[in-house]
């Protein structure tokens, strides 16, 4: 199955504010939360929270990577739970503490602003993304328990990121992969974004598929389960492979002109794409990322 709406993905765990924008929340005596989407969303977290727990609050909030649309609402939500403890890895830590992160990511929060029309969401008011205070650092093997059934273990998968967190829980077999595994978009075209060492990306993954899968909970655009999740997978492979033969190819044509490759992949992986899609200057980022990181492999194969 593939799950592309809010609410119970299994028992204890949900989905909240938007499948483009999760949060997901994995209930029990000690309610963790994972990922805090857009600053715009916080508003739609928050009540989503509310009808979820009651009067109880999430104790622990998770971070996957330090990017703008995981990190957006941390500041809004812990306003609001105060005794919420924010975990992000030790690098995630020392990149939040950097005053021009912060600035790159309030910019790249009002820049998707509008994007809440596109999702049929309504903001009651707008919101301008803030720093916030780091509870906890996690790395490879942490292990954080929601109840006495649950627990949810931290696994560090760079590539995407050189921070990047992804959390398991092996009682259901489910795992958050935020953006390791690929965003689908909506045509089924899966795009893996590999914006800093392509060899640890292939790793993070491998790392991954390995394990024992019911679920996955994608960072954006959904969760696959059971007979989904192995065609799911073996298609974020497939297209990650494609999308690195292309650019190989479009950097021997272009003789390595990274703005020309850029062009040439926006126009057949962006342009056409419907919306709502990644935000554009979002993704001009990334793709520069994602294109001088295969120009490096490539650079790196030649010299070795
Ligand atoms: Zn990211």
């Known amino acids: 199955m593939i799950i592309f709406e809010t609410g119970k993905i299994s028992e204890n765990i949900y989905m909240l504010g938007h499948p483009v924008s999760p949060m997901y929340l994995v209930d029990g005596q000690q309610p963790i939360v994972i990922d805090t989407g857009f600053t715009f969303m916080t508003d739609i ?37 105060p005794d919420m403890q924010v975990a992000v890895s030790e690098l995630a830590r020392t990149i939040l503490l950097r005053p021009s992160v912060i600035k790159t990511i309030r910019n790249l929060n009002q820049s998707v602003g509008s994007m809440c029309h596109d999702l049929g969401i309504q903001v009651p008011n707008p919101r301008v993304f803030e720093p916030f205070d780091i509870d ?19 696994l560090e998968t760079p590539g995407h990121t050189w921070d990047m967190l992804t959390f398991y829980l092996p009682e259901q077999r489910m795992l958050f992969a935020s953006e390791v595994l690929g965003i689908p978009d909506a045509t089924g075209y899966i795009e893996v974004s590999c914006l800093v060492d392509y060899d640890q990306h292939v790793a993070s993954m491998k790392k991954l598929v390995d394990l024992d899968i019911d679920f996955i909970c994608l960072g954006h655009r959904g969760v696959y389960t059971g007979l989904d999740v192995a065609p799911y997978v073996e298609k974020a492979m497939g297209d990650f492979n494609d999308f690195y033969k292309t650019v190989c190819r479009f950097l021997a044509e272009e003789n390595g002109d990274i703005n020309r490759v850029m062009q040439r992949v926006r126009e057949y992986e962006y342009d056409p794409k419907p919306k709502p899609r990644h935000p554009e200057l979002a993704y001009l980022l990334n793709l520069e990322a994602r294109v001088k990181v295969i120009a490096k492999k490539i650079y790196n194969s030649a010299h070795e």
Do not use: W
């Open 136 to 154: 906890i650092t996690l790395c490879e093997g942490d292990v954080l328990r929601p109840s006495d059934q649950l627990s949810i273990q931290a």
């Open 45 to 81: 977290y928050l009540k989503d929270l509310k009808q979820t727990l009651g009067n109880r609050r999430p104790a622990y909030c998770l971070i996957t990577h330090a990017h703008f649309d995981h990190c957006g609402s941390t500041a809004g939500l812990k306003k609001h739970f």
